[in-house]
């Protein structure tokens, strides 16, 4: 086409070409995009996750389970960790890079032409790649917010919307209630909602968005159940889900008190599923056992992974370190974007760490990089123990000579640079 595009790296670089700049909400360019394409989202039928934590745990754990009731699944969440195609999961196999170099030589011309962005094209990528392969289900994240994000041109056969925290500000507002509106942009006229966030204010406010979309049924997880006896081990999470007098006892192997909620979240969307892809109560148990999710307190050796990139992601984080009691002393790898708040979220750590190491994740955009050494003196004021090492490879030496733990967290950037540098598949653990 005479763009040059002959390898891997150089489709990439294109579609990271997209990234600059504001995000730009909005579903016309991507409608445009799809209508090149043949509309092949018209052809999946999906389950649709929105939320500011959980997502890709529900979206894991959807997947598992469906592939376990004998379905061909699709699976596409963002950001990857460490290489582009775990963006696009058949049956838990990322894409052939091959195929991202021939989408990319195809449609540079149409991307360009409409000016799509680096998530538009991705997304539009996705359902194409998903409806050649002939899936019979796809587990569809968003990727920020929900009314306007590019996935949302789907219409799936459930939405599930997991909680509402502060994040994204810039773009999806300043407050809980103002993002609850953003997030259950993806609830539509005839499709079953559910409902995953515990705090009754904005539970009702979810409901009632719903409601105004048109969206039957509305299924409240923690209206019309409770989530009991919840243990965290650092094998898993076990709990009881209790439905009037029906009490159902549910083993999931992510770690974290919270996990417990994104299981049922889970389980309620898979209950709304029409007949021919519903799963059997046998196909859930055994497709639990198999979840995975890179990443998310994943294990491996003495390293923690955790992608933890706000203060409610870094707060659990700090509970599932005190749940598992793992080993001291516990060494933190931290580095987070400057954009973030990452105050809170050292604060959250601090009581359950015995040194942070303070550094910056080779990947992480330079207009975002925090500016460590202010960091650092946030750290002396509340009597923290922190080092500054600049360099990210001897940052995680550092570590790993200080603590019997070593936590890697802060954003997506921080582990998948760790998880590259320590030879960890994402898959691993």
């Known amino acids: 086409m005479g763009h040059g595009l002959k390898t ?5 670089d294109f579609l990271y070409g997209r990234t600059t700049g504001k995000w730009k909400l909005g579903l016309e360019r991507v409608q445009a995009l ?9 052809n999946l039928r999906a389950l649709h996750v929105a939320g500011t934590n959980g997502k890709g745990s529900v979206c894991a754990t959807l997947d ?5 009731r004998g379905l061909r699944v699709a699976r596409y969440t963002s950001p990857h960790l460490v290489d582009f195609p775990e963006r696009f999961l058949m049956d838990g196999a990322p894409v052939a890079s091959e195929r991202i170099v021939s989408w990319v030589e195809q449609w540079t011309p149409e991307v360009e032409r409409l000016g799509a962005t680096f998530f538009e094209a991705t997304t539009a990528m996705a359902f194409q790649f998903f409806s050649e392969d002939r ?15 590019a996935t949302n041109v789907l219409r799936p056969l459930v939405a599930g919307v997991t909680n509402i925290q502060i994040d994204h500000v810039e773009y999806l507002g300043a407050t809980r209630e103002e993002i609850a509106f953003e997030k259950a942009g993806i609830f539509k006229e005839g499709i079953p909602a559910v409902v995953g966030e515990p705090e009754l204010g904005i539970r009702d406010l979810l409901v009632s968005h719903a409601r105004a979309h048109g969206a039957t049924p509305i299924r409240t997880v923690f209206g019309e159940s409770a989530v009991e006896d919840v243990a965290v081990t650092a094998e898993g999470t076990r709990f009881n889900l209790r439905r009037e007098n029906d009490v159902r006892m549910v083993r999931t192997p992510l770690i974290g008190r919270h996990q417990a909620s994104n299981a049922a979240v889970a389980l309620a969307m898979l209950e709304e599923l029409p007949d021919d892809l519903r799963p059997s109560p046998a196909a859930v148990e055994a497709g639990l056992r198999r979840v995975s999710l890179p990443g998310r307190f994943q294990r491996v050796g003495k390293h923690v992974f955790d992608v933890a990139h706000n203060p409610d992601g870094s707060r659990t984080l700090a509970q599932t370190l005190a749940e598992t009691r793992m080993p001291r002393p516990i060494a933190v790898v931290f580095s987070v974007l400057s954009d973030k708040d990452w105050a809170s979220m050292m604060a959250a750590l601090a009581p359950h760490v015995d ?10 955009p330079a207009s975002r990089a925090w500016h460590v050494a202010d960091v650092m003196a946030y750290a002396r004021v509340h009597g923290w123990a922190a080092e500054v090492v600049r360099d990210f490879d001897r940052a995680l030496v550092r570590a790993a000579e200080e603590g019997a733990t070593v936590v890697i967290t802060g954003s997506f950037h921080t582990v998948g640079d760790a998880m590259t540098r320590l030879q960890v598949s994402p898959t691993a653990g």
């Open 34 to 42: 799809l209508r090149a394409l043949g509309d092949p989202h018209l």
């Open 8 to 12: 891997y790296h150089d489709a990439l």
């Open 355 to 364: 040194l942070f190491v303070l550094t910056n994740s080779p990947t992480a």
């Open 64 to 68: 598992a389970v469906l592939r376990e």
């Open 135 to 149: 899936a019979d289900v796809a587990v569809i994240e968003t990727g920020l917010g929900g009314r306007l994000d």
